[in-house]
DNA sequence: TGATGTGAAGCGGTTCACAGCC
DNA sequence: GGCTGTGAACCGCTTCACATCA
């Protein structure tokens, strides 16, 4: 157990080896070991022990890892065991699709908005949710209590929109906008960028095919 | 110039160099400096550099880049002056969504099938593009002369997907489902997971308010 | 002078290897 | 014997600093 800063990375394979522990808690494990964890995603096992390490000693050696009580901790390290309650900024294509992506329920979180700017969109429901004048964003978020965003507008409106997600105090925002936004410090801003995904397979698609990458999915690069 | 390995954390910085470029054009700008465009993204001007002195030598000391020059060399470099045709595994609310992406369209990939297996889907149209019988998988890629696949299933068919998909002889491949795929090494394989990507958001939820993140939006833990 | 191109230093994350414990 | 927890080595990417050149 330390008290360092935890890396982005760890708490990625975290979420990873939660997903990996649901699993095979339904398929009845009770224990598992960093080695059979390390071979279902190709990664190596003492990063697995370092990662977990950060958080406690939750193994036993000889043993292994108790499959229970290691999901109780990961879903609490997660905050996992907290709803969160999300805004969606955009009622394009997009920011509908997300809206009810199932997803954000197995995180446990709640999309109770759907702002956008357009007259003929607000007032329409998304599954459960309705479409909200942004103008009343700020109102919006306090009476209910949100505490992430997503951004989900046209590249061009991104910045602009999370500047109004900051004012209203949100500290948390994935934002879909293929742009690079600028936030302060004190939030966490995760952004997707699917373009710059894209055009990362093009180029692969571009080289001469004898100069394959070595390192298929090694996770660090994906 | 060297002939190195290009990694891609430096492909996907490309893409985003190249984004600023043609906005830059817009504008009628003629030449960028390194460090112009390092404020704009909030990275380091030498980064740059040597991201682009990998593939050449484009600038000019003293002057910066050329932005019509360095806009060809890029696109080209990222095999963007190349059409590259894309197929959809899953009609499900995702796929469908992404069937009509616009994103695509700007990296010069075109949607040209969408599969899935429910005959109840099978033969109808989502924009231009018809619904097939996943059964007719290797015929169509082949006969559509299909290069990258996108596989939009639920996690528990996605690892299936990706073995169809491979057995056709597709060599890039972009995941949506959230489980870790195993592909062979001359695969590229993309893995874009919302669920981790929302955990770890909620990891940052979790913690008490003082430890905040330091380098907000370093680029390299997006 | 001013900005590029690049060797060298720095840094963070991963992997190795082994002591410690069940 | 087997597996965890962890210091040390390693590796790759980023940043610095400067020689180079228009």
Redesign the pocket.
């Known amino acids: 157990?330390?008290s360092e800063k935890i890396?982005e990375?760890?708490t990625n394979r975290l979420s990873v080896y939660l997903r990996s522990l649901n699993e095979l808690a339904g398929k009845g494990s009770t224990t598992v070991?960093?080695?059979a964890l390390a071979d279902q995603f190709h990664?190596?096992?003492?990063?697995i022990?370092?990662d977990?390490?950060y958080f406690g000693?939750?193994?036993?050696?000889?043993?292994?890892?108790k499959i229970d009580t290691l999901r109780e901790h990961l879903t609490h390290i997660l905050g996992l065991d907290k709803e969160h309650r999300v805004c969606i900024i955009g009622a394009g294509r997009l920011g509908t699709a997300l809206a009810d992506y199932y997803g954000f329920r197995e995180a446990n979180f709640t999309v109770v908005a759907l702002f956008d700017s357009d007259v003929k969109k607000i007032g329409k429901k998304v599954g459960n949710v309705g479409i909200i004048d942004i103008k009343n964003f700020a109102a919006v978020i306090k009476r209910d209590k949100i505490e992430v965003a997503v951004i989900a507008v046209p590249a061009a409106n991104a910045q602009n929109a999370l500047e109004k997600v900051m004012r209203s105090g949100i500290k948390a925002v994935m934002n879909f906008a293929p742009v690079a936004l600028k936030a302060t410090k004190d939030v966490k801003l995760k952004t997707i960028d699917l373009t710059t995904s894209l055009e990362s397979l093009s180029y692969f698609l571009a080289q001469p095919v004898n100069q394959l990458k070595p390192k298929s999915g090694?996770?660090?690069n994906q």
Chains 1, 2 share one sequence.
């Open positions: 157990m330390k890396s990375l760890t070991s960093s080695r990664l190596n096992s003492a990063q022990r370092k977990l390490a000693e939750f193994g036993v050696r000889g043993v292994g890892y090694s996770g660090r």
